[in-house]
């Protein structure tokens, strides 16, 4: 129970009237002093807390204390909240009865925990006994973060709230017991089950018998729930002058004891409920004062209650001050519903009396009792309207601008449901102008909070909010478009889109969030979509307008047929006011973010032909395609760019009226695309195609559900190869349009073509105009989309025969273009050629290159007299640089990379046919061997010659000189294929002498020039990021350059941070990437036989990243033959379990005899055949990339050792990077060495 000391007289000159510890220095607001009683101690017992509870100190952590201030720091470990006594304020008790209550406390867990676990039938989370009985066993959060079983035992004579509780929390979960102490208001609100209204009534009633017992229990409730279990007396309660010096006591107390969490914050699944439990009493009490009348004729309940509750909510401990809100919040809500009730009765007793007073026959006396209900009401009215502004002006005012996020969140949602609940009182400028300061707040989780009540109220009373509106408007049209937080972005765009429905935007704000369509966030172009749509749908209703409505529509268009595309629709209308629109916001973006085009020449990251980027128009599509119906069914889109807009309306009928002429010519008008409205209709096509004919999209279902058989995949494929070489033939003489008619076929389902086998025109036609756009263009997007169509259709067998007859049409009119430029000129000799002819000398070698890609060359570069290879190695030697020309210098590279890139998958397709020859112990003549070794000899040194020739690092060097990398590490490979052939199962492994000539390293004497080219790259990556390099070590030469603390490159001053950052990821790539080809050539013995580039190269590992600190790690042969040994034995014992598992089923199923026998056996082998199709590549040249991710060497592991008890899974493995394996040196130009 309370403390048993009598209180003392209420005299004016005592102020020594409870047992609590010393007051501070602060003087009381009546001006008296306050002097400190002798008698009290608090020394005692917080220490012997803290030494009883020492081991619970690190059980915290301060994940949710962020932006916390200075005054609320408190130590990371967390005190435990068990009292040392039944009552703090008496601080009578001895050392003597530590030992006896330590080891009553040790048995409590043991008996809470024999108590049988109750269903959980009721709203709060409790189990145990009744309220009734001798325990209750519940669920209470407390400042643990993990969920806890707690036993709350009271003396059964105790009475309905009981002195004290006692929660014992499980050892399970913490490492020692834990006590404090649980008042008994405390325990029916959290604890008995029964609802806020009752325990609200039932305080209630205890505050009738004694008043000042009943407050203290109120107050020490919320003490207990801020996790404080030091305790107010009534003493404390009866003088409330004195207030503000007890709670500061239990402050500085609960501050000693170091405790860091509190319910109300704490990580626990109760921690939601708890706080709905604390609230709803609160909410309850309020109602229950209401309803009898305490609220009105006890006015000094309420002012004591506010007076704690509102100088816990101003203190500077946080737990204190984010409970003591909560409470006031909650107060404040049951303040603002009782107000509800008190306007609607003082509205209808007003009308009753205005009725009874327009009556003939008054009767005075009820007239007289309407007139006294009313007063009283309105009286009750303005003592509620009172305390009201009381709280807002002593708790809310200061709190909503708190420095935790969590109370100002409190703040603006209690704020929101004030506004909702009572517009007559809080609908009003006065009020909600918070709403909108808190737009601008610095968490986002305020700014959301704002934004989702701000959107609540547009929904119901926009057009009573224009004041509102008209002042933060902007600002929600800037939280959607720059907020940092994308969560608050999606909420300003509902909040816009509600004010737009109501008309209360301005035509630039329209525009402003219309642009999110192309925002490069996926959620924010999902949440402006219906915006995006409506703004669409009114462009839509002003054209029909202008065209005189839809009957004039309807006259003109008559009986449309779904299935006829190409005729005119009314769909259109829709098709073109979506391209007007886009057209206009696409191009207001230009305008605010004009840069300059970046630069055409990159040849060493140019050469290979990455995804196609995402434009603003395909990021929009992706949303479009799931609003919008006309282009889900892109066979519209497909309709109108075929049709004929130019078609005169001369040409109809003169039987027609004039009329019905000027309307169809009016319609065709209004339809018609203008400027890039068709670039733009095209790119929306090509991405909902893509959608549309995945099989994996995620509208696939809907699809299936469409009744028209037009619709299905089967004819949706062949309706689109029909459409494509129309397309193309229309649109394929412009670059821009061209790339996005090529780019349908990519998304073309080609296996649906087997059921064209009777009739291959429709594909032979696509083809056909595929190729002739690869010949007509020089564009390098053009080209590379051919290529991929190229590739795509190759992968089909069915359609290969078809595909490389094509193929070899444009091989044979590139060759033929470059022996024209032979005979007109010496092609091994650099500035021979006028600009106009090194530009065409260059985009034949370019095409030459990309055909070279596709598919096997060697037959077409080494046929006729003299065959196309000797050509464009005579050309690799134009790389040599003797005298600078800026006109014609990156002219000249550019022919020259294309060139190198083209004899570099020559000797690619070669190597692999070699290997093919080794692993089927085929003869390789000796004459092959030698013509091949002479090419390769003349390439490699034209090669020497263009990175030998030139100063600097520029683009062409650092191509060729990964070049010359990448041809030995290709050669390298034979010798892995030759040491294998005895892992095969052959006797006597076949003799490939001859192939020797081939496995010539990289000369010695080029070392010195390869670790200058490293170096310069090395310099300039360090020189963008500002970072100092090492030194050299004595045996090494001295660095050429140093790099100064301020030099930061060239003209970096004038650089953008998103330009300077592109610098930098340039020069990272193209340092790993050289890095990288160096790393591979000395890993396959082809380089650096004396370790001084590999010396180098680890020299300043550390100092410039972690991608080039990965890449030169592979240098560690052992740590590259675990990887790899590891990878390759991996997949092997996959394999090997798939086909073992196959061969178990077949040969069960062979068992059974009868049919069951031939069923097993062609279920084995097609599973074995699914496992050999999954396992291949899509690429022809995969044998080549990964003969060096295998083992040459088989060995057994060493029984016992690591590698042993690896692959007997007792060891855990490494995580194993396989993008970073090496042995795809022959196709690194196609391969970032970057990384993910």
Known sequence: MLSGRQPLMETSDNNATTGSPAPTSSARRSGRVSKAPNKFTPDAPVASKRKRNSDNDDEDDDDDRDNDDAENEAPDDEEDNNNASDDDDDGSETAAEEPRRAKKKKKTPSSSSAKPRKPATKKPKTNGDAPGHDQIVGHLPSRPKKAVRLAITRPTDVGLYGACGRIVVGAAVCRAAETCKLTGITADIFASGDSSDKVATEWYHKYQADDAAAVTELVNCILLSAGCDQQVTPDDIRDPENCSNRLADLQNVYTEEGITDYPLVAKSKTTRSFRDLLVGFFKSLLTVLHE????????????????????????????????????????????????????????????????????KGKNRERLAVIEKNLKEAEENQSICQAQILDFFDTVFLQRYRDVDARIRCECVEALGGWIWNLPTQFETPEYLRYLGWMLTDAMPQTRLESLKQVTRLFKRDAEKLGHFIDRFRPRLVEMAIKDADVGVRVAAIHAIHILKDTGMLEPDEIDSIGRLIFDSELRVRRAVIDFFAGCVDDSIEGKVEEMGGSDVIDEVLGEEDDDDYSSPRRDWISVKCLAELLAAYDAQLEEEASTAPPRGLDIAVGMVQAVAPETRISLASQVLYEKIDQVKNWEILSGYLLHDHTTSTKSKSRSKASRSNSNEAAFKAAVAPEGNEEAIILEILASAVKLGLSPNTEDGHRRKARTDAADTAEESAIHLATNIPRL????????????????????????????????????????????????????????????????????????????????????????????????????????????????????????????????????????????????????????????????????EDEAVSSAVSSVQFYFLWKVRALIGSVQSRADIPRDDILTLNSLRQDYSRNLIWTLSSRGTNDELRLFSTGGLCDLHICFATLRTAVGQQGNQGAASPKSYSDLDVLLEPIRADLITELIEIFD?????????????????????????????????????????????????????????????????????????????????????????????????????????????????????????????????????????GGSGSGGGHQGGKKLSEEIVVDGEDDSELSEVELELEEDPIEEEAEEGGEEDLRRRGLAEEEVIDEGGEEGEGERMEEDSVIGD
Request: aromatic residues 4%; hydrophobic residues 40%; glycine residues 6%.
């Open 292 to 359: 009898t009348d305490m609220l009105y004729k006890d006015t000094a309940l309420m002012e004591n209650i506010a007076r704690w509750v509102a100088s816990m909510s101003s203190s500077t401990l946080r737990p204190f001050r984010h409970t003591a809100t909560t409470v006031a919040l909650a107060m404040e809500a049951g303040l603002v519903e009782i107000a509800k009730k008190l306007d609607d009765r003082v509205s209808k007793m007003t009308q009753q009396l205005d009725a009874e007073k327009k009556r």
């Open 728 to 891: 193309l033939n229309k649109f394929g003489a412009d670059e821009k349009t061209a790339v996005m008619v090529l780019r349908l076929e990519h998304s073309l389902p080609l296996d649906i073509f087997q059921q064209l086998r009777q009739d291959s025109t429709t594909f032979s036609r696509l083809l056909d105009e595929i190729c002739t756009q690869f010949d007509r263009h020089v564009d390098r997007g053009v080209l590379a989309e051919a290529t991929a169509a190229l590739l795509h259709a190759r992968k089909h067998d069915e359609l290969q025969e078809i595909t490389d007859s094509k193929i070899a049409d444009l091989w044979e009119i590139v060759i033929n273009a470059l022996r024209h430029f032979d005979k007109n000129n010496e092609l091994s000799v650099r500035g021979n050629m006028d600009p106009a002819t090194i530009t065409g000398l260059g985009n034949i070698l370019l095409k030459m290159s990309k055909l070279a890609s596709i598919a096997n060359p060697t037959e077409f570069l080494e046929g006729g007299d003299q065959p196309a290879i000797e050509l464009l190695i005579k050309i690799v030697h134009r790389g040599k640089l003797d005298v600078v020309d800026e006109a014609l210098d990156d002219l």
């Open 1016 to 1152: 310069a790259a090395e310099r300039a990556y360090a020189k963008c990021l500002r970072r100092r390099l090492n030194e050299p070590a004595e045996d090494e030469e001295p660095v050429e350059e140093e790099l100064s603390d301020d030099e930061g490159g060239e003209g970096e001053e004038d650089m953008t941070p998103v330009e300077r950052r592109g610098k930098e990821l340039r020069l990272e790539r193209a340092l790993c990437e050289l890095a990288g080809k160096y790393v591979l050539c000395i890993l396959a013995k082809m380089l650096d036989q004396g370790g001084r580039l590999r010396k180098r190269m680890l020299r300043n590992q550390s100092k410039l990243g972690g991608n080039l600190k990965e890449v030169v790690a592979y240098l560690d042969e052992g740590r590259l033959r675990e990887r790899v040994e590891r990878y390759t034995n991996k997949g092997r014992k996959v394999a090997k379990g798939v086909r073992k598992g196959g061969a178990a089923a077949a040969a069960a199923a062979a068992n059974k």
